[in-house]
């Protein structure tokens, strides 16, 4: 029955041709959305995914090339100043000299050694340090001064294994006090083949 009213479709109202077409129009269109156009939307939204993060990674190292001449300027200065860090302290004359200024820093915060005793050198494939046993005795603000002193000298120096304790019993005055610090300073220099 089905297929002799379609032999007949040109007799059918144009309502009945119009929803026809229209349900065929919505099927084929629904079809083609599942199979042509779905697999097409998955690649477009994956396209999408790496276009935000090519995007965000050409976003980065434009800005890296954009501050690259700040980078090299900075560079160039470090290395200027990594120099003149090492350069001083390049020889064994430069080593003692270096003891010398340990000293005078001390005398001109105005504290007192009780200890300065120079260990044997420790070589670390780069560089050489030569670490001093201090004790020194001083008022809160000149131990403060001397190792501000020691921070801001011009050649490397670091301080370990610092402990800082009074001198006098703790039932004298407070304002008085002597203190006593205990550290011990490295001092750095470049490592050559000759001081191995």
Request: proline share 3%; with cysteine.
């Amino acid at each position: 029955m089905i297929g002799s009213n379609l032999a007949f479709v040109g007799s059918w109202t144009w309502p009945l041709r119009l929803v026809v077409i229209i349900l065929s129009c919505s099927v084929l269109g629904g079809i083609s959305y599942f199979v042509l156009l779905q697999g097409q939307q998955q690649q477009l939204q994956m396209a999408k995914q790496t276009h935000a993060t090519l995007r965000a990674t050409f976003k980065q190292r434009q800005e890296k090339v954009a501050h690259l001449t700040v980078y090299r300027a900075q560079q160039t200065v470090l290395q200027n100043v990594l120099r003149d860090f090492l350069q001083p302290t390049a020889s064994e004359d430069a080593m003692a000299d270096l003891l010398i200024a340990i000293s005078q820093t001390a005398l001109t915060a105005g504290v007192s050694f009780e200890l300065f005793q120079p260990q044997s050198r420790v070589q670390d494939g780069l560089y050489t340090a030569l670490p001093v046993k201090l004790r020194v005795v001083g008022r809160y603000h000149a131990l403060g001064a001397f190792m501000s002193g020691l921070a801001n000298h011009a050649r490397l120096m670091t301080a370990h294994d610092l402990k800082i304790q009074p001198k006098s019993p703790s039932g004298s005055n407070q304002k008085d006090t002597l203190l006593i610090l205990e550290a011990t300073i490295r001092a750095y220099r470049v490592a050559t083949s000759d001081n191995k």
